[in-house]
């Protein structure tokens, strides 16, 4: 299994803040590659889906109405211990807990506008990598 790798979405709140240049900016400073990248807008179906781990939480629906409230960026990032190092540099799920410096302290607003997803494995990384993105798009 690539363990070097890790998967990323800037979501709805960031880029409808315009956060997308300077978020990505956090991210290759921060020493990552981006191996594949697209701008996207996931249906209904697709949010369900991707979040499916999520199904019986009770914020399950509302996290579904907001990564479908308009376009998203996804990304494949690739960097030495790149899922640990990766949920280092965006900070806690709750921005209020995140630490200084991280990318939810910096362009979060709650928990649930978070600004940013995080794979939690190497094994969730490959499988969010592969649902949004087909092997010729990665480099
Ligand atoms: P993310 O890392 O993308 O994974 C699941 C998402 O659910 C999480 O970020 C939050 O945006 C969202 N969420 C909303 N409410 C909660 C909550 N109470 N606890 C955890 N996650 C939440």
Redesign the pocket.
Known sequence: MITNRTFT?L?PDSVEKGNVGPIIEKITAAGFKIIAMKMVRLSRADAKDF?AI?KD???FN??VE?MVRGPIVVAILEKENAVEDFRALIGA??PAEAAEGTIRKLFATS????A???S?SNENALIEGSYHFSGREVF
Do not use: A, W
């Open positions: 979405m979501k979040y999520h939480r009770p914020f509302d996290l907001f799920t709750n928990i649930s506008e978070n940013v997803h995080g939690d």
